[in-house]
C-alpha cells in the first residue's frame, strides 16, 4: 500500500520579507546557544548547530542575540557583534546556512538590567534605577542621555557588521525584558524625561534604534523586530493594548516583519516559556544556602504555567489587525502541524517561529516535508533552559538531568 502523505500547502509557500525570500514559513526563533567563548566569539559548534538548522529545512534562521555593546551581555557564553573583531567568526555562521540552502538573520539585543557585574563588569544600565530584581538581586543605574545614544549607535554598528558578515537581514529584539522593552515597558521604564513617562516617549528609544538601523542597512535588507505583548510583571507593564500600540507605530516605520512574543526573563520566565519546572535541574545553579528558599519558590510555579499550544495566539490576534501588510511570525507553544497550518489558514500570522522544538529537532522540518511526524516531539521539559543558568551548551537534555554524557 502507498503511504499518504498529508499536505501542509500553507506552511511550504514561499514568502517575501523585503527582498528576501523564504522557502517556507517555518522560522527558527532566536535561541542563546551558550556556546561562544568567554569573549563573545564564535566556535565550531555554534557553526555546527547552524548548519544541522539549515539542512534541515527551516526556512528563517534567526541567531541567538547578539549583545550590540559591551554593557549588554547577559552571559559569559553569549555571541558578541559589538566589535569588528567578531565579524569573521560571524561570518563562518552565515556561510554554513548558506551552503545548505538557508537563510540567515541575526538577532541584536542589549541585556540593560538583565545581567550581572560578574559578566560585564559593573553595575548593569537600565531605563530607570528603582527596584532589585528577584533572580540576580541587581540594582541598576539609570541611563545617562549619553549613554542612550550609544546603544542606539551601537545598534548601527552592529548591523554594519551584519552586513559585513553576509546575514540576510537583522532583528531588534524588544521583548523579554532585556533593555528596548524597558524602555517600552511602563513597570520598568519610570522616567519622566523624553525617553519615559508616555507611550509616545517610551517608544522612542525602539524608534531610533529602527531609524539608525535602517540608515544602515542596504535597500530592501528585511528590518524585523521581536516584540512583547505582555510583559507579565508584578505591576502592569506592556499588555496586548499597549503591544497593538507599539506594533502600529513600528509598521508606519515600514518593518518588514514582526514577532510576537511575552514575557521577561527575570521576572515571568515561565510565561515566557511554558511547561515543566524543572527544579532539581536549576537547584544546581544556586549556592548551597540559596537551595532551600529556591526549592520553595520553584515548587510553587509547579503546575502553573503548563504548556498551552500557541500561548501567544490570543495577543496575536489583538496586535495583527493593526501592522496592515507587515508579515506576524508567531512564537510560544507551537507543537501540532495541523494546528500551525490552521493558524497560517486563518490568517492569525504568517510565519510560525519555534525554539525548543528545534533544540531537540533541528530536522523538524523536514521530517514534515517528508510526512514522518505531525508534531514536534520536544516534551517541553524545559532542562534546555535550566541549562543556560547552568552555564551549559543549549540542548536537549529531556533524557536525564544535566549531564554532558546525556
Not at 502523505?5 to 520579507?17: C, I, M, N, R, V
Not at 517555518?26 to 548547530?49: C, H, I, N, P, W
Not at 520566565?269 to 532539581?280: A, C, F, L
Request: aromatic fraction near 8%; hydrophobic fraction near 40%.
Amino acid at each position: 500500500m502507498t503511504e499518504v502523505k498529508p499536505s501542509y500547502t500553507a506552511l511550504f509557500e514561499p514568502a517575501q520579507l523585503a527582498n528576501l525570500q523564504v522557502k517556507n514559513r517555518f522560522v527558527r526563533s532566536a535561541t542563546y546557544e551558550g556556546m561562544a567563548t568567554e569573549a563573545g566569539q564564535v566556535t565550531d559548534g555554534v557553526v555546527k548547530l547552524y548548519r544541522n538548522l539549515a539542512r534541515g529545512d527551516v526556512g528563517l534562521i534567526i541567531s541567538g542575540y547578539f549583545y550590540v555593546h559591551p554593557l549588554g551581555r547577559s552571559y559569559k557564553h553569549q555571541l558578541g557583534i559589538h566589535d569588528d573583531g567578531m565579524i569573521p567568526g560571524l561570518k563562518k555562521i552565515v556561510e554554513s546556512v548558506h551552503q545548505e540552502g538557508g537563510k540567515m538573520v541575526f538577532q541584536l539585543a542589549h541585556a540593560g538590567r538583565q545581567t550581572t557585574k560578574s559578566v560585564i563588569g559593573q553595575t548593569p544600565i537600565a531605563p530607570s534605577g528603582e527596584g532589585r530584581d528577584p533572580v540576580n538581586f541587581v540594582k541598576p543605574k539609570k541611563m545617562t542621555e549619553e549613554q542612550i545614544r550609544e546603544v542606539i549607535q551601537a545598534f548601527g554598528k552592529a548591523a554594519r557588521r551584519a552586513i559585513e558578515a553576509g546575514a540576510d537581514g537583522v532583528q531588534i529584539h524588544a521583548a523579554h525584558g532585556y533593555l528596548i522593552n524597558q524602555f517600552l515597558s511602563p513597570f520598568f521604564n519610570r522616567r519622566a524625561d523624553d525617553w519615559g513617562g508616555s507611550d509616545e516617549n517610551r517608544f522612542r528609544f525602539l524608534r531610533e534604534i529602527v531609524l539608525e538601523t535602517r540608515r544602515v542597512l542596504p535597500k530592501g535588507m528585511p528590518i524585523l523586530v521581536k516584540l512583547t505583548t505582555n510583559d507579565h510583571t508584578p505591576q502592569e507593564g506592556v499588555t496586548p493594548p499597549l503591544a497593538r500600540r507599539y506594533a502600529k507605530w513600528l509598521a508606519e516605520m515600514g518593518i518588514d516583519g514582526l514577532e510576537l512574543s511575552c514575557g521577561s526573563a527575570i521576572y515571568s520566565t515561565w510565561n515566557m516559556s511554558r511547561g515543566e519546572v524543572p527544579i532539581r535541574e536549576l537547584l544546581r545553579s544556586l549556592p548551597w544556602w540559596e537551595k532551600p528558599l529556591g526549592k520553595i519558590f520553584l515548587g510553587r510555579m509547579v503546575g502553573k504555567y503548563d504548556l498551552q499550544e500557541g500561548y501567544n495566539l490570543a495577543a496575536a490576534q489583538i496586535v495583527k489587525p493593526a501592522v496592515g501588510e507587515v508579515p506576524v511570525f508567531l512564537v510560544g507553544g507551537l507543537r501540532r502541524v495541523s494546528h500551525m497550518e490552521e493558524i497560517l489558514e486563518k490568517g492569525y500570522a504568517d510565519f510560525i517561529s519555534m525554539s525548543r522544538p528545534f533544540i531537540r529537532e533541528p530536522s523538524f522540518v523536514k521530517k514534515i516535508k517528508e510526512g514522518k511526524t505531525s508534531a514536534a516531539s520536544c516534551i517541553s521539559c524545559n532542562k534546555c533552559l535550566a541549562a543556560v543558568v547552568n552555564d551549559m551548551p543549549i540542548r536537549c537534555y529531556a533524557k536525564g538531568s544535566l549531564n554532558k554524557s546525556d
